[in-house]
């Protein structure tokens, strides 16, 4: 079974890091990926799809790179608004996996 | 105003049946792909299911977890889709999202841009 696997599931930081979430594919789905933010008691949130392409909106400190079965999720300069949980998800085919999340807390 | 809203969620026993809602205001529904996904609580999101847009076949995909429990359909005239769940089990307790699928210039370019708030459908004895 196709498996997407974030890493770490749990990060804590401070205002003005830079932050690095990964996204491991168990097969190549390209750039067929796509990377959410969410938070608490509200729908997930479109920043990057293609793996590199920023959403129209979404602030530039976030970044996405990767291809095939590595990707990475960079939030340079992390703001308050971004304390949140992020997913991962690909595209290529279905199902249309998400991965597991990463929780972003205040350190 | 571009949105969709969803509703239809409650509290049903274990094998009952419900079925939810997706209404699609500012943009004409059967030209996109539209997603449900669920969240249950304190858990990760998870793709349910899918309808593609009328010049793709029409047809649906479901996730291994709900195939031959849930349908989707959809009624052009109330620009709605909707997500016909049977024989509902525990497991599917969950916040339900409609989500609207977009597809940009790139070969890539596939993504869900426009989510509704959610229904909560809740499972139990």
């Known amino acids: 079974d196709f498996q997407l696997t974030q890493s770490p599931s749990f990060l804590s930081a401070s205002v003005g890091d830079r932050v690095t979430i990964t996204c491991r594919a168990s097969?190549?789905?390209?750039?067929?990926l796509a990377w959410y933010h969410q938070e608490p008691g509200k729908a997930p949130k479109l920043l990057i799809y293609a793996a590199s392409t920023l959403q129209t909106g979404v602030p530039s400190r976030f970044s996405g790179s990767g291809s095939g079965t590595e990707f990475t999720l960079t939030i340079s300069g992390l703001q308050a608004e971004d304390f949140a949980t992020y997913y991962c998800?690909?595209?290529?085919?279905?199902?249309?996996?998400f991965g597991g999340g990463t929780r972003v807390e205040i350190k | 105003e571009v949105e969709v809203v969803e509703s239809g969620g409650g509290l049903v026993q274990p094998g009952g049946s419900l079925r939810l809602s997706c209404a699609a205001s500012?943009?004409?529904?059967?030209?996109?792909?539209i997603d449900w996904v669920r969240q249950a609580p304190g858990k990760g999101v998870e793709w349910v299911a899918c309808?593609?847009?009328?010049?793709?076949?029409?047809?649906?995909e479901y996730a291994a977890s709900v195939k031959g429990r849930v349908f989707i359909s959809r009624d052009e005239s109330r620009n709605s889709l909707f997500l016909q769940m049977n024989n509902l089990k525990i497991e599917d307790t969950a916040v339900y999202y409609c989500a609207r699928m977009s597809k940009g210039g790139g070969s890539y370019d596939w993504y869900s841009d426009l989510w509704g708030r959610g229904t909560l459908v809740t499972v139990t004895s």
């Open positions: 998800q690909k595209l290529d085919r279905y199902p249309l996996t």
């Open positions: 097969q190549d789905i390209s750039n067929y």
């Open positions: 309808k593609r847009n009328k010049a793709n076949e029409d047809t649906a």
């Open positions: 500012g943009f004409v529904l059967s030209d996109y792909y």
